[in-house]
Structure formats: C-alpha cells, structure tokens
C-alpha cells in the first residue's frame, strides 16, 4: 500500500494463476531509464537502503557479449530490464525498515 501513490509496478507474487516464492521484492519505476533507475539506486545506497537489478538480460554479460551476442535483438528483454528495481525483502524486515524503505523510495523517485 505505500507505493500505491508513486509511479511504480509491483511485479505480482501470487493470484489465481500462479505462486511466485516471493524471493524477491521487484518494482518497475514507470518512466525511467535505466539511467535514471542506476541514480536511483545510488540515491537509495547513499540513505542506507540496498537495492539491486536482478534478471539482466544475458547480452548484457561479457560472456554473451564475447560471443556476439547484441542487445538490440532482444528488445523486449531490454524493456523489462530498463526500469527494474529490486527492494529489500526478507525475513526479518520488521515493519519500521519497510516505512524507511519506502519513504526513502519516495524522496529518490522525487
């Protein structure tokens, strides 16, 4: 409920059709390059908070890269990629960590 008010997509852990493990808490900033999505992590670090990108697509890795492999051919991994955020998540998040989690999302999304 307290990213309900930013520009944000929360990827969906469980509904009728599927259960995720809910490993991982991603959000994809709506509007941002993957850029402005690296300040943001900056921002975020610079408060306390870690995030992280999980899930780059693999062109973006020198293996792949050594092997020929472009990011312009895989356009739709890149625009999942582009404005992904993971959050913190995990089992002793009590619910104060998760108010500064989002507050502090809130002030770096601006």
């Known amino acids: 409920k307290a990213l309900e008010s930013l520009p ?12 995720s493990s809910g490993h991982l808490y991603l959000i994809r900033v709506q509007g ?3 850029e402005e999505c690296n300040e ?21 890795l020198s293996a792949y890269k ?10 739709n991994a890149y625009a999942l990629f582009e404005n992904a955020i993971t959050l913190p998540l995990h089992t002793k998040l009590t619910d104060e960590e998760v108010k500064y989690v989002t ?7 601006g």
């Not at 944000?8 to 259960?19: A, G, P, Q």
């Not at 943001?40 to 973006?60: C, D, Q, R, S």
């Open 8 to 19: 944000v997509n929360v990827l969906n852990h469980f509904d009728t059709d599927h259960k």
């Open 66 to 75: 050594n092997m020929g492999f472009d990011i312009k051919n895989y356009p």
């Open 40 to 60: 943001i992590i900056t921002k975020m670090a610079e408060h306390g908070v870690a995030t992280n990108v999980h899930y780059k697509p693999l062109p973006l």
């Open 32 to 34: 941002k390059t993957r």
């Open 103 to 109: 507050d502090v999302l809130k002030e770096c999304i």
